[in-house]
């Protein structure tokens, strides 16, 4: 069945190191794949997306990757900060529709 | 200015009753959503309604009924509630279905409903 899945489900990184958090999907119909971040109490908030004709998009101290071939999607963090510190959520959309389907999240905390 | 805002953030009922949560967006959005977060995190969609429109409905219980009045409001009402029933429940807003620049999804602040 259609997944998608991440690898580590808590991340504890060193503040001013870089975090890298890693998604597994299955759906080669997947056209488009988006990261959200989730901080306690809160609602997700974008962070970055990106549609599968790339391969690479940056942000402000975010990139996210993208290797259709293995079917993966990772998402680095540069100088990660405290304020970094939250669940963050995968999730694809099909090439018909407008439905996302989020992955299980990985925390990550970060360390002063 | 609160893009998608949701209202009650808390709601504490009892079993058997019957609550509803609204939802409203000032984004000039067409697309709507109910989404529905469990104690593990895991974010799940239940619904979504393409001006006015229900066009996604995910294997939900019928005691979920959503109803748009119009493309800025969504609102959830549950019947019967169950202990089962208790988890975060998101409401978020996009700009369409197609033909757009972003499928980007802008989420409430949720709306823990705890069910005793």
């Known amino acids: 069945g259609e997944s998608v899945g991440l690898h580590l489900p808590t991340l504890s990184v060193q503040e001013g190191d870089n975090s890298i958090i890693n998604c597994a999907y299955s759906n080669s119909a997947s056209d488009y794949f988006i990261w959200y971040k989730q901080e306690s109490g809160k609602g997700p908030q974008f962070i970055i997306d990106i549609r599968s004709n790339m391969d690479k998009r940056q942000g402000q101290r975010v990139t996210v990757l993208l290797n259709k071939t293995v079917k993966h999607l990772s998402l680095q963090i540069a100088a990660t900060q405290p304020g970094d510190s939250a669940v963050y959520f995968c999730a694809e959309k099909r090439a018909a529709g407008n439905k996302l389907t989020f992955g299980g999240g990985t925390r990550v905390l970060v360390k002063p | 200015d609160t893009a998608v805002s949701q209202t009650p953030k808390y709601l504490v009922t009892q079993m058997g009753n019957d609550k509803s949560i609204k939802c409203e967006q000032n984004?000039?959005?067409?697309?709507m959503y109910w989404y529905k977060q469990d104690s593990k995190k895991f974010l799940k969609i239940m619904f979504s309604?393409?001006?006015?429109?229900?066009?996604i409905n995910e294997t939900v219980p019928n005691r979920f009924s959503p109803k748009s009045p119009d493309k800025a409001h969504l609102n959830l009402h549950i019947n019967s509630l169950e202990l089962g029933d208790s988890a975060v429940y998101f409401c978020?807003?996009?700009?369409?279905?197609?033909?757009?620049?972003?499928?980007?999804?802008?989420f409430g602040p949720g709306t823990r409903l705890t069910v005793t």
């Open positions: 978020a807003s996009s700009q369409g279905v197609t033909g757009v620049i972003s499928y980007e999804q802008y």
């Open positions: 309604y393409n001006n006015k429109e229900l066009i």
């Open positions: 984004l000039g959005h067409d697309t």
